[in-house]
């Protein structure tokens, strides 16, 4: 059994910051990699920010430059943090976690900017 949750979503203003957690936690032995998706209203999911567990990150190109993402490999924790937030930025994030050939997926987090 694997769990993965995410936390730290809700409102925020454009221009301004927010910080997304996330632990796994269970079977998590060889991660190979975490990430960051995010799903807007009407839109497929996407990829926002990837992180092997090496610590080499790769980023959409509408959010480099803005986001910034970290693991721990010791609590089996990913975060991204959100800068200079814009209106697009709103969806829902949602972690995913690669063991092996399989990826696992937390229940996702709310993300609303407004100006």
């Known amino acids: 059994q694997v769990q993965v949750v995410e936390s730290g979503g809700g409102l925020a203003q454009v221009g301004g910051s927010k910080r997304l957690s996330c632990a796994a936690s269970?079977?998590?032995?060889?991660?190979?990699?975490m990430g960051w998706y995010r799903q807007a209203p009407g839109k497929q999911r996407e990829p926002v920010a990837t992180?092997?567990?090496?610590?080499?990150?790769a980023y959409a190109d509408s959010v480099k430059g803005r986001f910034t993402t970290s693991i721990d490999n010791v609590k089996n924790t990913v975060d991204l943090q959100m800068n200079s937030l814009k209106p697009e930025d709103t969806a829902v994030y949602y972690c995913?976690?690669?063991?092996?050939?399989?990826?696992?997926w937390g229940q996702g987090t709310q993300v609303t900017v407004s100006s």
């Open positions: 995913n976690l690669g063991i092996g050939g399989a990826n696992y």
């Open positions: 269970g079977s998590v032995h060889s991660i190979n990699a």
């Open positions: 992180i092997t567990k090496g610590g080499t990150a």
